[in-house]
């Protein structure tokens, strides 16, 4: 049985775009599970580790446990041994609160690459570059966390995580490449997106599986 470890956030979780209280995707709908049944006749199993709110190295103060870094190497152990990983954060550390640069959030995030290639060889790491936020995912209705400057952070994400896989010798990709938000709240994918991610995840995975 090969493991493959899927560590994110709301976007990893499968959270249904303007849902109040939040909703998930149901399997079958969200990228993780998809990606899963894509491997229905093949020995192979996709570990769904996303999380609302999750960052790479940020602590939020109204919802403790979000800072990724803390919890990575305990759910890295929980599902050892793993074939691949794959690594997408980023989104959060762009909230106005924490006032990040995107430098600083690459930064957070080889934090985190410092721990997975501890368990994982590092050419078997996915590094995945988040999508970009919407322009108005900071008004009210939406998710007034962000502002126009967090809007602009997550567009610069792509080169800084480029730059990191390039150094570091793991693989990257970029969801903003092929994933735009949906207009509904700037900030999550609809279902279509989540089909179209599996598939494009799918597709970097098979240089590894």
Known sequence: MKQ?????????????PGSKP??????????????????????VRIMEEGLCGRTTV??????????????????IESHYPLDAMVLMLGTNDCKSSYNASPYTIGLGIEKCL?????YVKSEN???????????????PEKDPEFDKQSIEKSGEL??????????????????????EPSHVDD????????????????DKLQEII
């Open 114 to 118: 410092d721990i997975a290639e501890k």
């Open 125 to 139: 790491i996915v590094l995945v570059s988040p999508i970009s936020l919407g322009d108005e995912v900071y008004k």
């Open 58 to 75: 940020f602590e939020d103060e109204l919802r403790p446990g979000r800072k990724g870094l803390d919890t990575l190497s305990y759910l």
């Open 22 to 43: 939040h909703k998930r995707y149901p399997w079958g709908k969200r990228w993780t599970s998809i990606l899963q049944e894509k491997y229905e006749s093949s020995d």
């Open 158 to 179: 792509k080169d800084v995580y480029r730059q990191i896989a390039s150094k570091r010798g793991v693989r990257f990709l970029a969801a903003s490449d092929y994933v």
């Open 187 to 202: 900030e999550h994918m609809d279902e279509k997106g989540h089909s179209i991610f599996a598939d494009v995840i799918y």
């Open 4 to 16: 493959i470890l899927a560590f994110g956030d709301s976007n990893t979780w499968g959270l249904v």
